[in-house]
């Protein structure tokens, strides 16, 4: 084996070791292949070997790269006998399309990316790019602007955003990275259903959002939970502050401080409440996915690894939300129905019926001629012409 092949395989060897898997976008391609052209000139001319064999045989060889040929260091010697200068730069070049377009990602060349990676998976979790069917994700592809991700039942997954911080998307989500690293500074992410738990890095000049259909949760350098479901956006915030402002409100947004929740419904209505000591346990448990640091010199079994190692703090804190949970249910029993509804929040009523019955209970809504109340010991339909009175209680 020749130098040359020897330096072609060990090349090889080191892409996929790493993994290195990412399409370069068409613009982007251009952009570089253009400046290995320039480079390629300035050599040919510099050891005097810019003539007609010279400049034809480079002009051959770039039109394969634009195509995505992979070419080979046997043939690229026979098409190309210049320099030692310039075959030293065919066999790197070469040594790239051997994965047939498949290259360093350009945010491994040109300092912060514009993307972010997957650094955790479990179960169904898919990534749907525009004009592509749904494909299924693994540690360590790339995630960009436009993407969609989605979770199945009891599945989710961590993407890493450099310089930003992670994103947990929890099961039966529907996530659009609307916008990674806009400018430098500027990540957006729309939640269409479901949730998602951001972990935020407190760095001067980066902004972060998350977008519903009903508002906007504004941040910088914060742990907290988003959820989307009929409507309804909810915050839950661990650490640091975020301001939730629902779309086309006129008087500004609601700030939200650590260790409280706030519900903002369809109407751009936003009300605050503290979190319980159970909410605040889950929150601590996806605040556990770790930012690694130089994320792109590690492998996939690197990254794994150390997922691996937080298990048990996760353990830890599933213990301590059963045995919340046990806590939670005895006293569930021993409140009453209506201090029930209390407890979750709901505004409570007795309603005065035609018949001299009074029920107390939250009114959920109207279903065509009957309203629907919670009693605290399930749901009923009332016939709206069946009330006489509404009071609200506290």
């Known amino acids: ?3 040359m092949e020897a330096m072609h395989d060990t090349i090889v060897r080191v892409l996929k070791k790493y993994d290195l898997r990412t399409e370069i976008p068409d613009a982007e391609r251009k952009k570089i292949f253009a400046a290995k052209k320039r480079a390629l000139t300035a050599i040919l001319k510099k050891e005097g070997a810019w003539d007609f064999m010279g400049s034809t045989a480079m002009t051959v060889f770039f039109k394969f790269m634009e195509r995505g040929f992979s070419i080979s260091l046997g043939a690229c010697a026979r098409v190309i006998q210049v320099s030692a200068a310039m075959a030293a730069l065919v066999v790197i070049t070469t040594a790239a399309l051997t994965l047939n377009r498949y290259v360093i990602s ?3 060349m040109a300092g912060r990316g514009t993307h972010g990676t997957v650094v955790f998976t479990l179960g169904d979790v898919k990534l749907q790019r525009a004009g592509a069917a749904p494909a299924d994700l693994s540690i360590r592809d790339s995630v960009r602007d436009g993407d969609v991700l989605i979770t199945g039942g009891k599945s989710n ?3 890493q ?3 930003v911080g992670t994103v947990r998307i929890l099961e039966d989500s529907r996530i659009s990275m609307t916008s990674l690293l806009k400018g430098g500074t500027e990540t957006v992410t729309g939640l269409e259903s479901g949730k998602i738990f951001s972990k935020i890095l407190k760095i001067q000049g980066q902004s972060y959002e998350v977008k519903t259909p009903t508002c906007v949760v504004a941040v910088r350098g914060t742990e907290f939970l988003t959820s989307y479901e009929e409507k309804d956006t909810e915050v839950r915030l661990l650490s ?5 402002e629902p779309i086309g409100a006129k008087d500004g947004g609601t700030a939200l401080d650590a260790g409280n929740i706030a519900l903002a419904d369809a109407d751009g209505k936003v009300s605050v409440r503290s979190m319980t000591d159970l909410q605040r346990l889950e929150l601590e448990k996806y605040a556990l996915a770790p930012y690694i640091e130089n994320l792109k010199e590690k492998t996939s079994e690197e990254i794994k690894a150390i997922f691996d ?3 048990g703090r996760e353990d830890e804190i599933d213990e301590k939300i059963r045995i919340e949970l046990e806590k939670l249910r005895a006293e569930w029993l021993r409140l009453s129905p209506l201090d029930r509804l209390r407890r979750q929040g709901k505004p409570i009523s007795m309603l005065h019926l035609r018949s001299g019955e009074k029920i107390g ?6 279903r065509g001629d009957k309203i629907v109340v919670d009693t605290g010991d399930g749901v009923i339909r009332i016939p709206a012409n069946a009330i006489i009175k509404r009071d609200e209680i506290k």
């Open 1 to 3: 084996m020749s130098a």
């Open 106 to 108: 350009p945010s491994m």
């Open 157 to 159: 997954l961590v993407v």
């Open 161 to 163: 955003i450099e310089g």
């Open 240 to 244: 640091g502050k975020v301001s939730i």
């Open 309 to 311: 190692g937080i298990k």
């Open 361 to 366: 209970g939250s009114v959920v809504g109207r």
